[in-house]
């Protein structure tokens, strides 16, 4: 037999890659080579389990050989610039021997084609409404990516796992595209799931809702779509092959499902709220114990509003009688606190995602243009710039005559503010996008490598606290402890001065939310859709609340209430003590940003492009 007949080898059980990661075991196979379960070698004291995506080109044409590596290397690149718990964080590729190879998070579950093979006849209306809702959330994500758009373009069953939290992840974007209207690409996808406009090069995200449509009718049906002829679902309504289906799920799924784009969902969150709406209907949030939101009759009305140019995911500063706050239209807005009145704006080249600071008449900002400017107060001018090598999503800190702040370079910079020349940076190895907190002569910051870091002032290290993923969070120190959420699920107290974890709280998923502490009670947010009050000394849960949505944004205490945000689009007001919620506050997009309160007053921006300032 002559070598291009011989099968391609797979890598065998104890084999160590790039004396890196050591395969144990072959846990799936494609047209283009192996995934493998492995140990990264990286971490000796805990078994840390990757998956190991390999990809061997032997196609005999040049062009089509290309064509492959391309596409494999947009999954690399598309997966590092993304951040959500139902995505697979990517954590290497490399090239080794010809194959490619690209190092995932190991997703402990199985995909719904497992799911349905596995289980006796239909699945439940309940569960298949929740799997919904999660993949309506994670594909909202992605076509509203910045800077711009992702069209996944192969959602099916086995591009879906469930892990053994019972949530939903999203892997194999070997096909998916950054998105820009009016560009066509070849056609591509999985027959009977793709819509008809993707066959003629055409992907757009109603395209994913037609295929997250085509997803859910094999689950409620059985009926795989590949099987039959294509765009025939109209010839197998839902309700005749199974009767246990509700009407408001079938007209659901008949709308994803149309022909024609423009008479689908015109997003994933119109079709996900249909969703809510068919769930509560039917009873399926309360027998899962997904309870709605309820609120007392809306009271709360706007002392005034200012609406920017796109969306705001920054948190306000109030400083002497202004309001200043940044947004993705690249612009820094100072706005009269009283009455919203537009004082000046300050552009940028990118957008602003970090809360202001000031002092001495100048408000000092970063921007994803890589630059940290200063101010004046007064005229709205440029004082100064100081460049980094990377977007700057962490808010300022001032202290001792300095700025810092860190940047998606992987470092943490410390500015003299007379200078304006850099004093020193710490090398974090991974992009900082937690806003550092000082307390006692240290600086606390956390890293999308996992690492919380304590510097002192001459920006030497005193300690580093690893979690399992990435410390978006900000960090918060009280009394001798620093509290900070991470990624990987899991909220920690750490003694501030030896870095030791003191407790652990484990949530349904992780979080980019920053806590607060009142009392002797911490709260934060998680991107499963709770806010939670916690025992600051044991880590006992005292209370959660549940939202609509992943909650991003960060709480603040005023008085006897909470505050907080949350994607669903409501500013929520709960009491301390046991979580009541005492009203809800209704704006027209998802708010990531962190409320502030200045004599009974607060402000908070929204995506919805608007700065609200609600009298409470």
Known sequence: MNSEQEPVRQLPQGFTLVNRYLVQEVIGVGGMGSVYRARDLHFPNVVKLVAVKEMINSAPDPIVRQTITQNFEREANILVTLNHPSIPKIFDYFTFN????LVEEFVHGKDLDQILAESEGFLTEDQVIVWAIELCDVLQYLHTHRPEPIIFRDMKPSNVMVNQQGHIVLVDFGIA??????QKG???GTEGYSPPEQYRGEATPMADIYALGATLHHLITRKDPRLEPPFSF???PVRQINPAISAEFDAIIQMALKYNPQERFPSAVAMKD??????KKTGALTRLSIHPTTAPEQTIKPLWTFECEDEIRSSPLYDNGSIYIGSYDNNLYSLNATNGEFQWK????GGIVGRPASQDGAIYIGSEDNNVYAISVHTGKLAWSYATEGPIRSSPRIAEGHIFVGSDDGFLYAINLISQRRTWRFDAGAPIRSSPFIAQDYIYAGSEGGELVCLDFRGQSKWQFRAKRAITSSPLVAQGIVFVGSLDSTFYAVDAKSGWA????RMGKGTVSSPCRAENFVFIGSADG???CIDATTSKEIWTFKTDHQVSGSPVVYKENLYCGSADGNLYCLDIKNGRLKWKFPTGGPITGTPIVYNGVLYIGSADRIVYALLI
């Open 98 to 101: 010809e194959r490619s190879y």
């Open 177 to 182: 595209k950054i998105f820009k209207t009016g």
């Open 186 to 188: 070849t056609m591509i």
């Open 234 to 236: 109209a010839e197998r």
């Open 274 to 279: 249909a969703l809510m709406l068919t769930a």
């Open 346 to 349: 300050f552009p940028t080249e």
């Open 502 to 505: 003191m407790w652990r709280f």
């Open 530 to 532: 709770n806010i939670y």
